[in-house]
């Protein structure tokens, strides 16, 4: 293949409009969330939280020395979801390719955290639940 070719045939790929069937193969061939671990919010509700460590920091294949990851970030849900809806696959490859720890949270009410399914007793609560999860 010549490198014109070469480059046009990345160029359409790149220009090719977005594919929600693209996600759900992802979605479905790929390897399951990682499991929840918990920790107690300031007014007592369990909230789960889901974390992804690179390699060489505590993750999979674990080496004798950790190194120092390249960033931490946390991924917060929207209304309606939970952190095993899809954000694994970012979460890992993020993991995986940068060197980052991910952190994606079930905020309360939803997926694996307590309190009433699907809602919040405030905004303020919400807050000082990211605070105790940071």
Not at 34 to 43: E, P, Y
Not at 97 to 111: L, Y
Request: proline share 7%; glycine share 10%; with cysteine.
């Amino acid at each position: 293949m010549s490198a014109s070719s070469a480059s046009t045939s990345s160029t359409s790929t790149i220009n090719e409009p977005f594919s929600f069937s693209q996600l759900v193969d992802a979605q479905e061939n790929a390897p399951a969330p990682q499991k929840t671990t918990s920790v107690t919010a300031t007014d007592g509700v369990p909230l789960a939280v889901r974390s992804y460590l690179p390699a060489d920091c505590g993750g999979a294949n674990d080496t004798d020395r950790p190194s120092t990851p390249k960033a931490i970030l946390v991924f917060l849900h929207g209304g309606g979801a939970h952190s095993g809806a899809g954000y694994h696959l970012l979460a890992r490859q993020l993991s995986r390719e940068f060197h980052m720890v991910v952190h994606t949270p079930d905020i309360r009410g939803h997926g694996d955290s307590g309190g009433d399914r699907g809602d919040s007793p405030s905004v303020e609560q919400v807050w000082k639940d990211v605070r105790t999860l940071l």
